[in-house]
């Protein structure tokens, strides 16, 4: 793993209250306190941000948030500016997420917007990529992500890369139960690694991380991780337990 620190990602999503979210975060400080060498983070909706934060407040695990907009403030209802999650706690933000492709609109030209804002901020990117089960079937998974790649990180130069992480997630694996093999998920990675090698340059390609997400589960976490290129996982539904979070964590 070229001395890649491992990023496991909790994607609560729409789930969970303020309360729920408080005692979910407080069992999990609990059950991972004695974990080292690991990132950990967990993205509660936004109501619970602050909540959240004050429960992992001086723990191991790090706050990070579903989505971002590109402007400072403004008139735009419902959206949320940098400046907020930073005052709520955040260290890391989740862009481009399949979800929000899908169901709001997002495009690789509204992707980069959202990570220029979340560099500019100091905050650490997560950029979401992957393909479709058409577009897996029909041989496109490459180009797919190609386009998302050049196209979300368009304009950025090396230096503005550092903290930013891949989450490749096959839009057929999430929520399905279906998960990509280790050999079609570690595949994918090192397609994606090369690239940024060829876009950037190699140093940055081998200190990048690159996480999977896709029905991840404490009984393929471990055979995930054995994979050169892996370097963590983004969890959506194991992650609302934080019993299973937790053996996730913990690769058992």
């Not at 609560?12 to 209250?17: E, G, P, S, V």
């Not at 997630?169 to 994606?192: D, L, N, R, S, Y």
Request: with cysteine; glycine share 6%.
């Amino acid at each position: 793993m070229q001395n890649r620190v491992p990023l496991i990602a909790g994607n609560w999503k729409m789930y969970k209250n303020c309360f729920e979210a408080e005692h979910t975060a407080d069992e999990l400080v609990k059950l991972v306190s004695d974990v080292k060498n690991i990132d950990i983070m967990i993205a509660p909706s936004f109501t619970s941000l602050a909540l959240v934060n004050k429960k992992i407040s001086g723990s191991n695990i790090s706050l990070g948030a579903q989505n971002i907009f590109w402007e400072d403030e403004g008139a735009f209802t419902g959206e949320i500016s940098k400046n907020m999650l930073i005052s709520a706690g955040c260290t890391y933000v989740i862009i481009g997420h399949s979800e929000r492709r899908q169901y709001f609109n997002e495009t690789n030209k509204t992707v980069n917007k959202k990570i220029k804002t979340t560099l500019e901020s100091k905050l650490k990117p997560v950029l979401c990529i992957g393909e479709t089960e058409l577009e897996r079937e029909s041989k496109k998974t490459f180009s797919v992500l190609d386009k998302q790649i050049k196209d979300g990180l368009q304009d950025f130069t090396l230096e503005d890369l550092d903290s930013l992480s891949i989450a490749y997630e096959p839009v057929w694996a999430i929520g399905t139960g279906k998960t990509a093999t280790k050999e079609q998920a570690q595949e994918v990675h090192k397609f994606i690694r090369s690239l940024i090698s060829k876009e950037f340059n190699t140093e940055l390609a081998s200190s990048m991380r690159i996480i999977y997400g896709g029905s991840v589960k404490p009984d393929n976490i471990s055979e995930l991780m054995n994979m050169t290129d892996i370097d963590g996982a983004l969890v959506g539904g194991a992650s609302l337990k934080s019993k299973s979070f937790s053996k996730i964590i913990k690769f058992e």
